[in-house]
């Protein structure tokens, strides 16, 4: 199977290597993710909400694991590292809100039928740049799972640690 060496744009060395996923486990993956879409769908969204404010305290309870996977892989200075990692925390806490709240408004159509269904997609496909994978991954990941999509991660093959 093919596979990625990472090097620590810090030091230039070499520090581990990541297999690429093949067409089929891609496709594995989907598979699984829609299936277990439907469940998470089915949830109350109080349940959803919760389980968002679960995963952002796991988040904020490893910022300094996080982080130091960030400067190793990314070579971002530690500092911007914990903020980045936070941020994620943060972004989970404000989707978290979303499930309980999802609200819109109508666009009227003259002489039709206003209707608006808040239902999920299926699932959302995120794809991740190397800069800011963690951050970045959050933004896509966190109002998807909220509105009740499972995610698939694609992260960049230089810095798929923290995505």
Avoid: C
């Avoid at 979303?98 to 408004?105: D, H």
């Avoid at 496909?125 to 799972?145: D, E």
Wanted: hydrophobic share 50%; glycine share 8%.
């Amino acid at each position: 199977m093919p596979s990625t060496t990472l090097i620590n744009p810090a030091t230039g060395a070499e520090f581990t290597t990541v297999a690429q996923t093949s067409l089929a486990e891609v496709d594995d993956a989907i598979a699984r993710a829609t299936s277990a879409q439907r469940a998470w769908a089915a949830l109350a969204p109080a349940a959803r909400a919760g389980a968002l404010r679960d995963f952002a305290a796991i988040v904020g309870s490893h910022i300094e694991e996080l982080a130091a996977l960030e400067v190793l892989n990314s070579g971002h200075p530690i500092g911007q590292a914990r903020w980045e990692a936070g941020h994620v925390r943060d972004v989970l806490t404000y989707y978290s809100a979303a499930p309980e709240r999802m609200i819109g408004k109508q666009i009227p159509v003259a002489g039709g039928l206003d209707v608006t269904f808040l239902e999920p997609l299926g699932v959302v496909g995120v794809i991740v740049p190397w800069n800011f994978p963690m951050t970045i991954a959050s933004w896509g990941f966190a109002p998807a799972l909220a509105a009740g999509n499972a995610v698939v991660v694609k992260p960049a093959e230089w810095t798929p640690l923290t995505a």
